[in-house]
Structure formats: structure tokens, C-alpha cells
């Protein structure tokens, strides 16, 4: 599948967002990872319109749909100000700040080009070729990215990409620099979720247990006052 590439500017208002929301939605059905695009594109998006000139002027979206991943980039009208990733406990002191850390979380590559001009900030996000993947590790993921999403969480099912087997990317939305790896992968032919650093977590038919577990190491420690 040769890649799709489609490109529109939009005038630099906040209420463009929608219809840049409504139009790629209609662009990547069908895509496995649309609701991380969209989140991805909004966040690009909202940075463009609120800190850049594009207030003033307007944006463009790009999105390249290829075979197993999807680039999603927004270029502006510049301004003295350089997208970065905010360190951790700094979400907290930044307003907005979150939104690049979310799109760094969500995708396996991002970037931003150019300078106070005209900047364009991208994000590539890949999903796993069904026939090069074993089946039944994906499915357990897939099962516990969902309840953890019922739970609140970002959580997405990641290509192995260098890794050896296939992982879930949990983030904790209201603290992006807490984020896990869990795996899934069999021990004496039984399945097994493992932590990032090959710590066994639980058998794969305990999804609450494993579930929570993952919860407990996400929620960030609340210093008592003194």
C-alpha cells in the first residue's frame, strides 16, 4: 500500500478544531489507532492556535496514511516560542503543558522542524501487522488496554518495534510523566503480564488484579502537609 497524503489549512481559531476533528475522523476509519490520531491531532492542533501565530493567520494539517502507521503534523505560523517536552512535576506548574508529553506517549516518533517562522510538529503512531504478530498476546493486551481505559487511562497496544514481542503503552493522563510498559508473553506454557523490566505482574485471566496493580503504580504519591 502506497501511502495517502492529505493536506488542508485552517483559519487559526479554536473553533476550527472541530472540523479538523470531524474531517480525519472520516479520513482514518477504519484505522486501529483513530482515537490516538485524533488525541495526537487535537493536542498539535490547540498548541498551533494558542502559542503560535496561527491565531492571527491559520495552520495546515497534514496526515499520511501508510500500510501500518499514520503521520499526523500540523504546521504553523511560527512564533519565539519552541515546542518542547516539559520534564516531570512540570505538568503540574504549566498550564497545557501535558499535551506534548501526551502525543510523545502516544506515538512511537515525534518531531518538531523549523524555526520562529513556520514550525511544523509531527507524530507518527504504528499499529501491529495482524500476520507478523502472535495472535494470542495481542488479545490478551488488547483486553487489558481496555479496561484500563474504562479505568481512565491512556493505554495502547504497541508494534514491537526493536522490543522483542508486542507491548501496551499505559500513560496516566493527569500525570504524563507516569507511564508504564506491560507485556504479555508465556512462562511454562501460561500466560503472564510483565512489567517493562521483566517483572512478572500476573496470569493474563486476572485482568482486575493486573489491572489494578498497573493503577496502584500510576497514581502519584500525594505528599502529606506539614
Not at 474531517?23 to 491531532?41: K, W
Not at 487535537?42 to 502559542?51: D, F, K, M, Q, T
Request: glycine share 6%.
Amino acid at each position: 500500500m502506497s501511502a495517502v497524503v492529505w493536506r488542508r489549512s485552517f483559519p487559526g481559531n479554536a473553533i476550527e478544531l472541530h472540523d479538523v476533528r470531524k474531517l480525519v475522523t472520516a479520513l482514518l476509519a477504519g484505522c486501529p489507532v483513530l482515537d490516538d490520531a485524533i488525541t495526537c491531532l487535537e493536542e498539535l492542533a490547540s498548541n498551533a492556535v494558542i502559542h503560535t501565530r496561527s491565531c492571527e493567520d491559520v495552520f495546515v494539517v497534514e496526515v499520511r496514511l501508510a500500510r501500518n502507521s499514520v503521520r499526523i503534523a500540523v504546521e504553523d505560523a511560527g512564533g519565539p516560542t519552541v515546542p518542547s517536552l516539559l520534564s516531570p512535576g512540570q505538568e503540574e506548574m504549566l498550564e497545557g503543558g501535558r499535551g506534548l508529553a501526551i502525543v510523545a506517549a502516544l506515538s512511537a516518533h515525534m518531531g518538531v522542524e523549523g524555526d520562529t517562522e513556520g514550525r511544523v510538529v509531527w507524530a507518527e503512531l504504528r499499529w501491529i501487522a495482524a500476520e507478523t504478530t502472535p495472535a494470542s498476546a495481542v488479545d490478551y493486551l488488547e483486553q487489558l488496554r481496555d479496561r484500563l481505559q474504562i479505568m481512565g487511562f491512556l493505554a495502547r497496544v504497541c508494534p514491537a518495534d526493536g522490543r522483542a514481542v508486542a507491548y501496551l503503552r499505559v500513560i496516566n493522563p493527569e500525570a504524563t510523566s507516569l507511564t508504564e510498559i506491560v507485556y504479555a508473553a508465556q512462562e511454562a506454557e501460561q500466560w503472564h503480564f510483565w512489567w517493562g523490566w521483566a517483572e512478572k505482574i500476573a496470569t493474563v485471566d486476572d485482568i482486575e488484579a493486573v489491572s489494578r496493580r498497573i493503577a496502584h503504580v500510576l497514581t502519584p504519591v500525594r505528599r502529606s502537609e506539614s
